[in-house]
C-alpha cells in the first residue's frame, strides 16, 4: 500500500525536474559545450606544449581524447549534479521546496525522489557526450556504452547526494556559486580525471597524490573508465557507493526540521 502511494510521487518529482529541463534547453548545450572544449581544444594544447608530449605513454592527440573521455563524463555529472542542488535552494527561496517537504511522503523519500530525478537528466546528458564523442570518431567500443550505464547512474547518485548535501548549508541562493567554486574545481583536478595518478605520484607531487586518491570524484571516474572497457573496478565502485550513502544520509539529517541545518536556520 505504501510502495502504491509512494512511487506516483517519485514518478510526478522526475516528471517535473524532467520538463523544467525541456523548457531549459541551453543546459543541455553548456553541458556539451564545456567538455567538448576541453576534449577537443584542452587535450591538444595539453598534448603539445613546445611540440613535447608531457603525459606519457599517451604520445598521440587521439590517444589522450580516449583518456579525458571518463573524466568528462564526470564532469558532465558533477555540473549536473551542482545545478540540480542550486535549483534545490532556489525552489527553497521560492517556497516551493516547504511545499514538497510537507507532502504525506517519508521525507528522505522525497529527497531521494529528487536526487533520482536528477540523476536521470545526468545519465541522458552524459550520453549524449558520448554521442559528441562519436561524432568526434573518439575510439570508445560500443560495448561499452552498455556496459557504462551502471557506473554512471551510481557516479551520479553520488554526485547528485553531494549537491543536495551542499544545498543543506547555502542559505541563499547569490552564496551558491562561491561553494560550487570551492566544490567543483578541487574534486575535478584533484583527480584522474585529465591525467593518472602514478603521474602525479612520479612528478614528486606527494600531497596533490594523496588528496587524489580520496577524492571520491577519483573513484566515480576510474569506475567509468574501467566500465567503458567492460572491465569492473571494485575498490572504485564501493567508494563512490560509501561516498552515496554517506552524503545522502547527511542531507536527510540537515533537511530534518527537529535535528539538522534547517532547524538552525530557523533559529537564526
Partial sequence: MATTRHWPAMLAISQRETIKFWHQ???????????????MVF?????????????????????????????????VLL??????????????????????LIAPQPRWFLLLSKLVAGTVLSVLQAYAFLALCAVFKVDIPWSGWLYALPT????????????????????????????MNFVIFPMFFLSTA???????????????????????????????????????????SLVVLGALILFFLLAV???DPQ?????KARQA
Avoid: C
Fill in 79 to 100: 555540473f549536473n549534479g551542482m545545478q540540480s542542488s542550486l535549483a534545490m535552494v532556489y525552489d527553497r527561496e521560492m517556497g516551493l521546496m516547504r511545499l514538497l
Fill in 152 to 179: 554512471l547512474i551510481l557516479a551520479g547518485l553520488m554526485l547528485g547526494a553531494l549537491g543536495l548535501l551542499l544545498s543543506v548549508s547555502v542559505r541563499q541562493l547569490e552564496n551558491f556559486a562561491g561553494t
Fill in 259 to 263: 535535528h539538522g541545518m534547517v532547524k
Fill in 25 to 39: 534547453r541551453g543546459r543541455l548545450l553548456s553541458a556539451l559545450v564545456r567538455p567538448a572544449l576541453w576534449l
Fill in 43 to 75: 587535450a591538444a594544447g595539453f598534448q603539445n606544449i613546445f611540440g613535447v608530449s608531457i603525459i606519457p605513454p599517451y604520445d598521440t592527440y587521439i590517444e589522450y581524447q580516449v583518456y579525458v573521455v571518463p573524466g568528462l563524463l564526470g564532469m
Fill in 194 to 236: 585529465l591525467y593518472p595518478l602514478w603521474k602525479l605520484q612520479e612528478s614528486g607531487a606527494v600531497i596533490v597524490h594523496t588528496l587524489a586518491q580520496f577524492n571520491p570524484f577519483t573513484h566515480a571516474v576510474e569506475m567509468i573508465r574501467f566500465a567503458l572497457y567492460g572491465q569492473f573496478n571494485l575498490l572504485s
Fill in 253 to 255: 539529517w540537515g533537511y
